[in-house]
């Protein structure tokens, strides 16, 4: 069974969001799990910090933690030069659910 994922990460003090708009999952050869997740920036005029971060957890089906959590930096995703960006990460066997468990996303440019 591959994982669910996690769907969006609220962007603190901001109407728009940055989110998950594709997943993809596959089993490996030694039984691990393959995750892309590809986020898109949805705000108009803003451009992420490098050393913006989500972070996620990998429970089984019982809700227990298979792995703790872990960060995966984002980095810049212009709204006007690549809206999109995908990550690709492995999970231990028997994760049923990634969950996004925390987020740092901070914008510091503004266009005129």
């Known amino acids: 069974t591959l994982p669910a994922i996690g769907s969006d990460i609220d962007v603190t ?6 989110r998950v708009s ?3 999952a596959w089993v490996n050869e030694d039984g691990t799990i393959g995750v892309r997740l590809t986020f898109k920036n949805y705000t108009s005029n803003w451009i992420p910090e ?5 972070q996620y ?7 227990k933690v ?7 930096t984002i980095g810049v995703i212009d709204t006007k030069k690549h809206k999109e960006k995908s990550f690709d990460f ?9 969950r996004i468990t925390k987020s740092k996303i901070t914008y510091w440019t503004e266009w005129a």
């Open 22 to 24: 594709s997943h993809a």
């Open 13 to 18: 003090n901001k109407k728009d969001r940055i």
């Open 50 to 54: 490098e050393i913006d971060y989500i």
């Open 90 to 98: 492995i999970v231990p066997a028997g994760t049923y659910e990634v």
């Open 66 to 72: 298979v792995q703790k959590s872990t960060k995966l």
């Open 57 to 63: 957890t990998c429970y089984d089906k019982d809700g």
